[in-house]
């Protein structure tokens, strides 16, 4: 299941990017109904590659919103084009999706 | 539990932390658990870039001055300096106080913004790691709601 959406696009030879993923990002700090503490489960690394290029490499911790939003820009990218993204969960879970370049 | 099965326990968890011990270094751009989980700015700094980073002007942090809600703070970090390696974002009063790390590769923009949480009014500091050397921009950001709770 996809959990990034992505809105890309290109302008004068770089490309915008603003990509967004449905992710609870659990802190470890907050605590259930039953007062035990929810254990931590977050997004830890996301990388976008473009053409086989990484253009984005992120590390983030709890502190990143629930639902993290980034956006970068790199040099490069056309109309059409693809964009692979690669995520990996604290839990050890992850995934690889892909956006398009409008 | 007799002697024998306790001294293979030993053995065992010994090897196993003499591993962990050995295991290589992984790349600079693997998740640095030490940096993440290191409960004050200053460790979490030491862990992540090896020491302090000089506060500079190149380094832009665009950050709200009162964020209504902690839960979702908006920031953005850009520089202009040349050779830039990888942008941090700090937050010094969170319990683990560095948030996110960004790698930037040649021909991507060091310019991005995410949203973060913050647990309470705190000052938030842009780490920028540029031709080796490290810079930084810190703007304080005022919470009326935290966003740490539940």
């Not at chain 2, 021909?107 to 050397?133: I, L, P, Q």
Request: proline share 3%.
């Amino acid at each position: 299941m996809a959990i990034f959406r992505v809105k890309a696009k290109a302008r004068k030879g770089s490309t915008d990017v603003k990509m967004m993923a449905k992710h609870e990002m659990e802190t470890g700090q907050r605590k259930g109904k039953d007062g035990n503490l929810i254990p931590a489960k977050f997004l830890d690394t996301v990388t976008v590659s473009h053409g086989g290029k990484v253009v984005f490499e992120a590390n983030l911790g709890t502190a990143v919103s629930k639902n993290p939003y980034l956006a970068f820009s790199f040099e490069g990218g056309a109309k059409g084009e693809n964009l692979d993204i690669a995520w990996t969960e604290n839990s050890g879970a992850s995934g690889t999706e892909s956006g398009d370049i409008k | 539990m007799n002697r024998r099965t306790v001294v293979k326990a030993i053995a065992a968890s010994g090897a196993l932390m003499g591993m962990g011990a050995l295991m290589p270094r992984v790349a600079l751009a693997a998740w640095n658990k030490d940096a993440f989980s290191a409960k004050d700015q200053a460790s979490a700094m030491n862990a992540l870039y090896g020491g302090s980073a000089e506060a500079s002007a190149n380094v832009m942090l665009k950050a709200p001055a009162i964020a209504e809600n902690g839960a979702v703070v908006p920031l953005s970090v850009s520089t202009d300096l040349a050779d830039v390696e990888s942008v941090a974002i700090f937050i010094e009063n969170n319990p683990t106080p560095l948030a996110a790390q960004f790698m930037v590769p040649a021909g991507t923009n060091a310019d991005f913004s995410t949203r973060v949480r913050m647990g309470k009014t705190t000052n938030v500091t842009a780490v920028v790691k540029a031709g080796g050397n490290t810079y930084s921009a810190t703007s304080e950001v005022k919470v009326t709601i935290g966003g740490c709770g539940g």
